[in-house]
């Protein structure tokens, strides 16, 4: 499909201002049903963002072999978990998709092949928080997967292919935890984090602070520290998406920044 023919989505978008792009760090599913400080924040967040046209969330939950988008009308909410109270599983975002962004991303991104999936829906790591950014549910989403074959470096390049829609009012939000170990969670320390865990939440900053994004492709070849902070890809990923966007000289906004369990990050961050 010529791609200067495809009668897309944004094409019946006007110019808008560039949309920030967000990171939501965004820690358990029970954030869904819960009022706490991290809540707090992503609502907060939402507030000074223009309301998007459209939102494409890569979450932390959604691995694939190769890169997917997903292309249906009503996709369902997926409950991604278990061992939760029920009124966790009773949660619905309905919110609509959207198979013409699906589409678009798809001839937008040259350097990957991109399946259009009608299979998936929204994963508990799009729809617990972007509930509390757009509780009417009434923006359509679309996700990315994340190609299990895929390095940091190709991730970041993939995501520097999507950077024309943050000017069609398209909000793209990255959804994962930077510093995520469950096995060595501490359930008697709920406000604190290990020596580790701090050490590497304090070198992330840094990196989003300086904009020395060439760190972030051997962010856990550093040392002992950042193999217990990040012993799996799936929930760093979508903060190097979310930096992959990052255009020169814009601003970026951390918030609730704060390690809970010993090792669980829940540092957010705003670009634009």
Sequence with gaps: MDFNNL????????TTEKM?????GHGSPMNAIEENIFVDGWRNIGKTIPKPN????ISAHWETKGTKVTALQKPKTIHDFYGFPQALFDVEYPAPGSPELASEV???????DIDLDKMWGFDHGSWSVIKFLYPNADIPMIELSLDVYKTPQQHYALAKELSALRRKGILIVGS?????NLRALNWNEPDAGYDWAYEVNDTFKNIVTSGDHQQLFNFVQKGTAYNLAVPSM???LPSVYALGLQEKNEQVTIFNDKLIYGSLGMLSFRIG
């Design 106 to 112: 798809k001839n937008l991104i040259k350097t990957s």
């Design 54 to 57: 459209a939102i494409i969330c």
């Design 7 to 14: 009668k897309s989505i944004s094409s019946s978008f006007s």
């Design 176 to 180: 994962g935890n930077v510093v995520h």
């Design 20 to 24: 920030p792009v967000l990171f939501l």
């Design 234 to 236: 799936e929930h760093y």
